[in-house]
């Protein structure tokens, strides 16, 4: 896709949520060097309610078919792969922005950890983010760039 056909104006704000579909589901959006995904929000079996900063993972990639590339939940019985930072509480079933990419304040401390590990959110609490284990390479969510001020460099696949 070139940037010519990259969207540029947006109806909502970063913080906004919608029970419509307001962006187009997936829509990726650039500010500096932070990137967001407008997703879907899925409560899952839990089910775990939203919270802002908090990681989120996508519903249904450890079935045998995901239940969509933007659709996204907080309980991590129902998904591995992280797939970003909620930037809002977002309803059960409505739309709102996650952050992806750049460096991110989260809500939850790390697990664990120490400055400069990669962080995951296997074996870590619902939102949270833990350590990789050594030599596991398995859907890494980014780099913690410091461990007492919960920040990190997101890295989150699209």
């Known amino acids: 896709m070139g940037l010519e056909s990259m969207k540029k104006?947006?109806?909502?704000?970063?913080?906004?949520?919608?029970t419509l579909d307001l962006e187009g589901i997936g829509a990726?959006?650039?500010?500096?060097?932070?990137?967001f995904k407008w997703v879907s929000y899925?409560?899952?079996?839990?089910p775990v309610a939203a919270v802002a900063?908090?990681?989120?993972?996508y519903h249904g990639d450890n079935?045998?078919?995901a239940d969509s590339a933007a659709d996204v939940t907080m309980d991590y019985t129902d998904g591995l792969i992280c797939a970003g930072v909620l930037q809002a509480i977002i309803a059960n079933a409505s739309f709102g922005w996650?952050?992806?990419k750049g460096v991110a304040i989260m809500v939850p401390a790390f697990t664990a950890g120490i400055d400069g590990d990669r962080m995951v959110t296997i074996g870590a609490a619902?939102?949270?983010?833990?350590v990789i284990v050594t030599g596991a390479l398995t859907n890494p969510?980014?780099?913690a760039l410091d461990i007492s001020a919960k920040i990190i460099l997101l890295d989150c696949p699209w």
């Open 53 to 57: 900063g908090s990681a989120v993972v």
């Open 98 to 100: 996650i952050q992806i």
């Open 63 to 65: 079935a045998v078919v």
């Open 28 to 35: 990726l959006r650039f500010e500096g060097a932070k990137v």
């Open 42 to 46: 899925n409560s899952g079996t839990g």
């Open 126 to 130: 619902d939102g949270a983010l833990d």
């Open 9 to 18: 104006i947006f109806q909502t704000k970063l913080t906004d949520t919608s």
């Open 141 to 143: 969510a980014g780099v």
